[in-house]
């Protein structure tokens, strides 16, 4: 899996609460959702966004709330990778089961800067930078195939229909 | 040689299992909640489900927005009410009968050594049972629903040693602000939280509520206290059997580190806007104007939370300026403070007593902030714009200070009073 972005950067401890309002939690509609990704953060989001993929973060992305809007909401809203220095394990799982990658790694968060580019191979734990070549620690298989299948229920959906062909 | 998490998450996977391993596991219990059961549906109509794995497993609470307060809520609400008919699933939980923590807590739902995951992440409150609670976004609750199953990665155990004993006017959730004031509010991540030590054993149910409460605000996947002799006379009371040897650790227990923390060298201390590690005395923050007083959630809406803070309101009145809101965190819990006559010195003292329910805390009604507003809440989060209101400020203090800066109009040491 290979991913390629123009990079966003937020800083430490971006909570749930700041990426996705919880006067939204009823909103089930995707799109919808993304017109209030990042709102929290102030006046200009999420049209911030707009033009990048590749959303980098300090520490302890994501903290707080279970919500999984956190993660759709970026997903909706064009976010085709996180990378943090760390996240909350709820995030983290979030962006996998519903099909978004994540990259934990210091090194590589703190090597990114607003719009620059970066490609990461998913599979492999590698990443290219402004001509640096970074290692990171990869998913397991059984995560990565969840992300590559586009989640859980991108997978269930699947399931099921095998299982009710005549 | 397990943690107790690796020896739940062992029974749940079927096989021996250790820190680092990434395992599919059978959940005891798999709830939701209100503000997520829309979301579950909605999935599972996408994907064509019929059928749900184990009806007889699952549970909703409606807690979060209850009574509903807006069209969207109340459809929410009538639409999982109409899916837990068609399902079957009977642990369903009205407005009313309080937050899904306390109630499968005070009910007797969950046990020691069980698994359990809610679409909620203060479900590590359930620790204090010896229990392995986790939280779990819609997706995931939406998929163990219709398979009975998930992933999850086996943590590594922090062991916090407690010892000391708390100071009067000193809360169990001050200790959880020294801890937090200590090792930060990332300290956690991914990571369980065993408790042990002389003191944690002079720690009632309720303290031990509070202190895995806060655990995920530490980062934690898991918080709990081993089964011991509270924990058997908890359940004694209730009349329900337990398997005592189940919510207990292995005696050469691999940690990955352990954390002491001196409950007999804690001040009342609070939370600053807009962190749960921004920790200060409350000494030192004392005259900060407060507009609104929470005492209520998950966190700190037991009965005892209440007694603490109808101990300082009695004879005494809410200070002009400042509305106090009192949500007790069940059915349950208000039945019994009515018994007590805490109810009448709230009402007496000016304070208004809401609905059981989250209340407050999540922004979603009952005491949503005005801007420039100040709030004292004896609840578990204030980052930026938590309750409904970016403009806002919320510290997070004990039950005691709570009722003392109510009291004040500005935030009071409650030793003071």
């Not at chain 2, 596991?25 to 909640?33: A, G, K, L, M, N």
């Not at chain 2, 209100?34 to 064509?48: A, F, N, Q, S, W």
């Not at chain 2, 203060?122 to 620790?127: A, E, P, Y």
């Not at chain 2, 509520?209 to 709990?224: D, F, I, Q, W, Y």
């Amino acid at each position: 899996m290979n991913i390629t972005g123009k990079a966003l950067l937020l800083g430490d401890d971006v909570s749930s609460d700041l990426i996705y309002p919880g006067r939204y939690l009823t909103v089930t509609d995707r799109a919808e959702q993304a017109r209030h990704a990042l709102e929290g953060l102030g006046a200009g989001w999420p049209e911030r966004l707009r033009g990048y993929t590749v959303l980098g973060a300090g520490w302890n992305l994501g903290c707080g709330s279970s919500r999984e809007q956190a993660a759709t909401a970026l997903l909706a809203a064009g976010v085709k990778l996180v990378i943090a220095r760390s996240m909350s394990r709820l995030f983290m799982r979030n962006s996998i089961n519903n099909g978004l990658p994540v990259i934990e790694s210091d090194e590589l968060a703190s090597a990114l800067t607003d719009g620059v580019t970066l490609s990461a191979d998913l599979a492999r734990g590698v990443a290219q930078l402004e001509g640096r070549t970074f290692h990171f620690e990869r998913l397991p298989q059984a995560l990565l195939e969840i992300v590559r299948d586009g989640g859980l229920l991108a997978r269930l959906r699947r399931t099921l229909a095998l299982e009710t062909r005549p | 040689m397990t943690t107790l998490a690796e020896k739940i998450l062992s029974r749940a996977a079927g096989e021996r299992v250790s820190a680092g391993q990434y395992v599919e596991v059978s959940p005891d219990w798999c709830f939701t909640v209100d503000d997520t059961i829309g979301l579950i549906m909605k999935y599972h109509e996408e994907v064509g489900l019929r059928r749900l794995a184990a009806p007889e497993r699952l549970g909703i609470f409606y807690d979060h927005f209850a009574p509903a307060d807006n069209r969207d809520h109340a459809s929410d609400h009538s639409a999982g009410r109409a899916y837990a008919r068609r399902h079957g699933i009977t642990h369903f939980y009205e407005i009313g009968q309080g937050i899904s923590h306390q109630v499968c807590v005070e009910r007797g739902l969950v046990r020691p050594g069980q698994l359990v995951f809610n679409s909620d992440s203060h479900t590590t409150t359930l620790g204090a049972v010896a229990c392995f609670g986790t939280g779990l976004g819609a997706a995931e609750t939406a998929y163990v629903w219709a398979t009975g199953r998930i992933w999850v990665r086996v943590p590594a155990t922090i062991r916090v040693v407690l010892t000391g004993t708390l100071g009067p006017g000193v809360d169990a959730k001050d200790a959880c602000l020294a801890l937090l004031r200590t090792h930060g509010s990332r300290v956690a991540t991914y990571r369980a939280i065993e408790f042990h030590g002389e003191s944690a054993a002079s720690l009632n149910m309720a303290s031990r509520l509070t202190l895995c409460n806060m655990g995920v605000e530490m980062g934690a996947k898991a918080a709990l206290f081993p089964a011991d002799s509270v924990t058997a006379a908890y359940f004694g009371q209730l009349g329900i059997p337990i398997d005592m040897e189940a919510g207990r650790p292995e005696s050469d227990a691999v940690y990955e580190r352990e954390i002491r923390l001196d409950l007999g060298g804690i001040e009342p201390l609070a939370a600053r806007p807009h962190a749960v590690d921004n920790i200060g005395s409350v000494q030192e923050l004392e005259g900060t104007v407060i507009h609104q007083a929470f005492l209520g959630s998950c966190t700190n809406g037991r009965l005892q939370d209440l007694r603490a803070a109808a101990a300082i309101l009695s004879g005494r009145h809410v200070a002009p300026g400042v509305r106090m809101i009192v949500t007790p965190a069940s059915s349950q819990v208000l039945a019994a403070a009515l018994r007590e006559g805490l109810i009448e010195i709230f009402t007496a003292a000016g304070a208004v007593v809401t609905t059981p329910g989250c209340g407050a805390c999540a922004g979603l009604h009952l005491g949503v902030l005005g801007d420039g507003e100040v709030c004292i809440a004896s609840s578990s989060r204030n980052f930026r714009g938590r309750m409904g209101n970016p403009n806002a400020a919320v510290y997070l203090a004990s039950p005691a200070t709570v009722a003392a800066s109510a009291v004040i109009g500005r935030i009071t040491d409650p030793r003071s009073l």
